[in-house]
Structures are given as C-alpha cells and as structure tokens.
C-alpha cells in the first residue's frame, strides 16, 4: 500500500541556499535536500519530497507544506517524532496527515499567506538580525497601508517580477495585503494565489519606499500598471521573509 | 578631561564564550574581548571594560551594563552608533550616559533581573533553538510557582551554587522568582541582590524537576535548607538564559 503523506515544515532560512534541490549542485545545502535525506535514512529508498513553495536563500518558514510517497508502514502521526530525531536544529516537521493519492503539495495549493517583518527601532535588535529587517529610520505606516491597498485583487504584477523567471503569466490575485504593528515590530502579511519570483519582497522594498516618505502612496498604482520592474523599489532582503501557510481545499 | 561611560549592552551568546576576557585564553571570543577591540578603535588606545554581570557561554543579554574611563570627546550620545558600526552583528550597544568617576559597574550594581525562557511545546520550534530551552513532556506551572516562593527573601544558596566558584558568602536576597506565561512561551524572572555561580540555572534545574511531577513543590525547601550542591535538580542548559536588567541607585 503507497500512502500520501503530507508534511507541515518550519526552518529557519539562515544557513540554507533556499527550498529546492539544485540538480548542478548537488552538494548545496537546500531545506529539500536534508528531508529528502531524512527520509531515505527512515524509508531506507530515495524519496522525492514535492514542496508547495520555493523558498530563497535566507528566507525562512513557519508553514511551509511539502508531500511524499512511501509504503513504508509508520503510523501517520509518528513522522514528525521521527524525522526530527534525525533532522538538523534549523529545520522541523511540525504536522503529518495521510492525504488522497492525487494530493500535490505545488499543484493542489489555492492560496499562501507569507509574512514580512520589519523592526522599525533606533538600534538593531541582535536577537532579531536574521529574523526580521531593520529599518532604523521612522516609517510611515499610514501611508505604507494605504499604499498596499492598490495592489488587492487581480492585476498584472509583471513590475513586481525580478529578472531571471521564466513564467509567462504574470497575472495574480491577491486577497490580503496588510500591516499588524506589534509594539517596534512591524509584520506585514500578504495572501494571494501565488507569486512571481521576488515578488512580495519587491513589493516590501516599493512600500517602504513610500514608508521614507520619498513616493505618496499612489506612486504603489503607477508602478503596477507600469508593468516594468525597473520602476518599483528595490529588491527587501530575504531575512524578514516567512512562508506562514499554504491553503488547500 | 577623562568621562566614565555607562553603557548598556545586548548581546546573542549563542558564539560568545562568555562575557569575561579569558587571561589564559587570550584568543578565545568573549564580549568583553569584541567589545573592547571594538572600543580601541575609536579612541586609538586600550580600554578596560567593567561589566556588571560575568555571563557563562551561550547566556544572551539584553541590558548588560558596562562602564569605562575615555579622554576621548565623543559626545556621549554618539557612542551606540559608533560601537555598532564596528560591532559584529550578535552584539549592539543600545544605550550610554555619562556618570561619576566613581561609578563602576559590577561594584555599584545594587539588583540583577534575568529571565529563563522555557518552550513547553510538544514540537521545538527552530527559531527558537538558541534562545528557549525546549520541554516537550507537560510542565505543571501551578506546582513551579509555588515551590519558587520558598526561595524568596534571604537564604544561603549553597545548594544551588555550582562547583568552581571561590565564593566564601553564599547569602544572597531574592526580591522576585515568578512565571510569566506567553502562549507556550514560560518566563522564569528573577530579580536578586546577586547570584553565585550558576545559581539561576540550577535553580531552573529545580524548578523542572517539580513541574515535570518528580517531586512536590515543598522540596524546593528541602533543597534550600541542606546548603549541598548534591541536593538541588540538574544545571538548565545556558541558552534559555537572558540577563535582562541592572539596578543602580
């Protein structure tokens, strides 16, 4: 009996090259590549672990959701337990659920909900350095939620997009783009049904742009319906960002 | 003119041995050493740093506090950003005043609070690793409050004094040793006159063994009253450690 696992999985991004496998490097440490060899170590077979999202170097995951195959006949809810008694410290199985065969982490997820925090304060946090940017100058919140709303709903997000994707659809919907301000801590949170390469931190270094008071909040519309991306803000770095969830039906 | 300068201090010690320069271990990375280093490049010329508190390997800080004799006119608020734009990025100095000549910190130094975090969690959460000590098995937060009045007050905690310190007075005053509870996040505060070496953790140690149920809260006094080392519960590692604040009158 092959049974459909899927996985719930926390990193921390700081000392991986990213999510995926890098097939003409195979010695990269990638998040995928240390599960999939977890795995092998339990199942004792190569074992393909599908991800919902692919995550950058330095970006990091509270939810990242990733399936398997196996006829391995382990209860369900004793993969976590087992495959962090084997896994690195910056990398956790925190939930496991027997899924339908046709189940697939990247082609069954309707929506993800990533988070970007800020730390807006006068002096860095040491605490905090590869776990949210810091912006030592003030930020104008209120503009920067404004600013995010022209962005909800469906639009071309081909400004958004960094050079090296290939897709060609650049059209996504978006169905939360909004900041919780959390004492010095500033979490912005964006729901949609998929993104562009670099696109929610192209998106973070446009707003804060207009945080620093050097665009008005509507400058966010021009540059979306410019649909060129040497018009929106710099690239945000990749330590404040978290995959928080992915949704499935 | 020569200014003493206070500064106040927050370091990760996650790569840190330590606070204190090892004489014997001159090469070792310590925060006196790193800040030290970092001070002789500004004013040209070596300086001793005074700190308040010795903090063992892996113990974080948030508000250390350390002061030190410059001829060097640098406005005093200027100081921060000065050490931080040479500070490696596990340690920041986040504030700095001018005090007395006679001022030194570990001897003027008339409270310490610190903070034990403690993550009782079935799963470890990763970003968390370094900086809360994670218990899977169910603590019983009612049991570990009521056994930490018993140290409140004036004792003589030898038993919760680890082997290696040449200390001959082992009285010391608890002013405060509670919980705080933050989700799945447990915060142990203790606010003391002083504290021998390694008496927080061992006292953490203590406090673990009540509330995983292996004794009852009253043999926290047992422990107390036997003044030996052999009594009290195992040392709690050093990463759940914060030393969080330094009185001064």
């Known amino acids: 009996m092959t049974a459909n696992i899927k996985l719930i999985i926390q990193y921390d991004g700081t000392n991986f090259n990213g999510w995926q496998v890098q097939k003409k490097h195979p010695h990269t440490r990638t ?4 599960l999939e060899k977890a795995l092998k170590c339990i199942v004792k077979e190569p074992v393909t672990l599908i991800g919902a999202g692919r995550t950058d170097s330095g970006v990091h995951a509270r939810g ?16 976590p337990a087992a495959l962090n008694s084997i896994l690195p410290p910056d990398v956790a199985v925190v939930g496991a659920e027997e899924v339908p065969a046709e189940f697939h982490a990247t082609y069954w997820a309707k929506k993800k909900t990533y988070h970007y925090y800020i730390l807006n304060a006068r002096y860095p946090d040491v605490f905090l350095r590869n776990y949210a940017l810091h912006v030592p100058q003030r930020l104008n919140f209120g503009d920067m939620r404004e600013a995010a709303r022209f ?7 081909k400004s958004f997009c960094a050079a090296g994707s290939s897709v060609k659809n650049h059209r996504r919907t978006i169905y939360e783009a909004d900041f919780s301000i959390e004492g010095e801590l500033i ?7 998929g993104f562009l390469y670099k696109m929610i931190r192209s998106i973070v270094g446009t707003l804060l742009e207009i945080g620093k008071g050097k665009y008005p909040p509507g400058w966010m519309q021009e540059v979306l319906e410019a649909r060129d991306r040497k018009k929106s803000g710099p690239t945000a770095p990749p330590h404040g960002l978290y995959l928080d969830r992915v949704f499935y039906d």
Chains 1, 2 share one sequence.
């Open 64 to 79: 990242q959701v990733a399936n398997f195959l196996t006829q391995n006949p382990i209860p369900v809810e004793k993969w």
């Open 31 to 34: 998040v995928q590549a240390v």
């Open 151 to 157: 962005i909800l709903g469906t639009h071309d997000f």
């Open 187 to 193: 979490v912005f949170k964006i729901t949609a049904d």
